[in-house]
């Protein structure tokens, strides 16, 4: 009995430590509003975007992700198409506005990109996880230090890549939301989703 009840309070200590796992937003939901100042100093809001069609929120990891990279040129690749539909495109990331402008440099993006450094977009829109210790120190080896890169004093936090469609009312039309970061949605299922 006495190890039954050490097992017992073992495995409920663990699962209170453990993280509780990022779900996204879901299709139908009221999407969080978003506000700030881009790369470029302007003034963005989803409340304003959405008045001129629908908005395409993606949520990336930072510069130094090569999946995250190669998503953005292709929107940027594509631009023209998701603007013929009426559509605007916002990206978002944790790291800081220095990161951001090494995005631009990288990808060559012309919409919209804000800083996210404290998480409060991602954690409203339910795609940030902690970055393990574990996970920190194998980026660091790869000279990629998540806590310089995301001025930030506490643990790292990252988003699970995830885009949104959001259309003139604010409910979500579209989502995708995938753990493995080096799966993004094409383009042309963006513009399929796009109403």
Known sequence: MKI???SLFAAITLAAG????????????????????DQNGNNV?????????PVVVVFYRGNWCPYCNKELKNLQDSLQLLT???????????????????TVKKTGAGFSILSDADAKLAKAYQVAYTVDERMV???QASQIDLVKINNTKEAPVLPVPAVY??????????????E????????????ENIR
């Open 4 to 6: 039954f009840l050490l």
């Open 18 to 37: 453990a993280q509780e796992r990022p779900e996204g937003l879901f299709i139908n939901s009221k999407a969080p509003d978003i506000s700030g100042k």
């Open 45 to 53: 809001s989803l409340k304003d975007l959405r008045k001129k069609g």
């Open 84 to 102: 013929e539909k009426k559509a605007t495109v916002i990206a978002i990331s944790p790291e800081a506005s220095e990161g951001v402008q090494e």
């Open 137 to 139: 120190k194998r980026l």
């Open 165 to 178: 469609i959001i259309n003139r009312d604010g409910t979500i039309t579209y989502r995708y939301f995938n």
């Open 180 to 191: 493995n970061y080096r799966e993004r949605p094409s383009v042309r299922v963006l513009l």
